[in-house]
């Protein structure tokens, strides 16, 4: 079945080491997003490739980065987490970002993380 | 900010019940979706409107928009356990660069009662 894949789902770092999350995808869509959920929150928008094109939100910080090597893969680094960055990673994924009646996502399972 | 709220942020009914979640947003909008989520899952799409559309069915979920009054509200008749979990509403805007993103409300969290 074509799907949004998340690993590790739980990843355990310590406060200051670098860590990577990665998401792969088998929809062939163009457009891939990452979005940072604290508990009892929306899904806050960090980051998104629109193919090789990367657009990142104006507040997210730049401990934060991304890369998208290829169409399947995204790949969202931080570089000194901090006990703040402590959430649910979320990667999703959208056909095409420009057509007025499309930008349905699909969403891979999420990848907690923990900052020790 | 452009999120939605969304209200009520917490409901508990019997099954069987129907269960009505509203979103209120500031701007101009393509479309609004909504997604559920189960409880440390990722979000499931469920329907989506479009802005010049004001009501819409999916088997069980009545979705319906007001763009005058910038709200829109989820439906859920008929009411099961299984659908316990948190809904969002998510607006689909073109910034002033033309880039598109989704703004995702704050969540209602339902619990659903056997």
């Known amino acids: 079945d074509a799907m949004v894949i998340q690993n590790p789902r739980y990843q355990v770092t310590q406060f200051g080491k670098p860590v990577t999350l990665s998401c792969s995808q088998t929809?062939?869509?163009?457009?891939m997003y990452w979005y940072q959920q604290k508990s009892s929150q929306a899904p806050k928008l960090l980051f998104h490739y629109y193919d090789k094109d990367f657009n990142n939100e104006a507040d997210t910080p730049d401990n934060f980065q991304s890369r998208r090597p290829n169409t399947s893969f995204c790949f969202l680094d931080i570089r000194s987490p901090g006990l703040g960055d402590a959430a649910m990673y979320l990667c999703?994924?959208?056909?095409?970002?420009?057509?007025?009646?499309?930008?349905?996502?699909?969403f891979g399972p999420g990848t907690r993380l923990t900052v020790l | 900010s452009q999120q939605g709220e969304e209200d009520p942020q917490a409901l508990s009914i019997q099954e069987g019940e129907n269960a009505t979640m509203n979103c209120s947003y500031k701007t101009s909008i393509n479309n609004l979706q909504w997604y559920r989520q189960n409880s440390g899952r990722g979000l499931v799409h469920l329907i989506l409107i479009r802005s010049n559309e004001r009501e819409k069915h999916s088997g069980r979920l009545r979705v319906t928009l007001d763009t005058s009054k910038k709200s829109s509200s989820l439906l859920i008749t008929a009411s099961r356990a299984a659908d316990t979990a948190s809904y969002f509403c998510?607006?689909?805007?073109?910034?002033?660069?033309?880039?598109?993103?989704?703004?995702f409300g704050s969540g209602t969290r339902l619990q659903v009662q056997p």
């Open positions: 999703a994924t959208s056909r095409d970002r420009q057509r007025p009646t499309y930008n349905e996502q699909f």
């Open positions: 998510a607006t689909d805007i073109v910034g002033d660069t033309g880039r598109r993103a989704l703004t």
């Open positions: 929809l062939n869509h163009n457009v």
